[in-house]
């Protein structure tokens, strides 16, 4: 795992995550439907690795996959990409990557999430310190 802050300043993580059998189809490549928790898998990771290993709370409000090649279990562990486009008030736009073992890009996503307080069941502000550690 690496983590940075970008040349726009945005922090960026690099981590691996890996295929499981449970990911497949009946026709054994990754279900579609899969992508959605392996980049959560990521997304949570980049989270933590920005936030010194606080658990983060979120929900994701915006979602856009493009899919560029097919997956199969040998094409793993997957190499996953995280960067912060950008901070807003209450959410982070995220731009997210996976490759495959081989190199080949498999996924394009941008993801935005809102920061959320369980206690209270809505979006809260991003906090100053995330503000701070993650390049807003």
């Known amino acids: 795992m690496s983590a940075e802050n970008t040349e726009r300043g945005g922090f960026s993580w690099t981590g691996v995550v890996p ?12 279900y ?3 992508y ?3 980049l959560d898998e990521a997304r949570v990771a980049m989270l933590r690795a920005a936030c010194d290993g606080a ?3 979120f929900v994701v409000a915006h ?18 990409q995280v960067e912060v486009e950008r901070v807003g008030r209450k959410s982070l736009t995220l731009a997210e990557r996976l490759t495959a073992r081989d190199g080949r890009l498999v996924l394009d ?4 999430v809102v920061m ?4 209270a069941r809505e979006a809260r502000p991003v ?3 995330e503000r701070r550690a993650l390049g807003g």
């Open 19 to 30: 295929l499981r059998w449970r990911d497949l189809d009946a026709y054994g490549h990754v």
């Open 109 to 112: 996503a941008r993801v935005v």
């Open 127 to 129: 906090t100053a310190r």
């Open 55 to 57: 658990d983060p709370l």
């Open 32 to 34: 579609y439907g899969e």
């Open 36 to 38: 959605l928790v392996l």
């Open 116 to 119: 959320f307080d369980l206690d």
């Open 63 to 80: 979602l856009e996959l493009d899919y560029r090649s097919q997956l199969v279990l040998e094409d793993g562990p997957l190499t996953a």
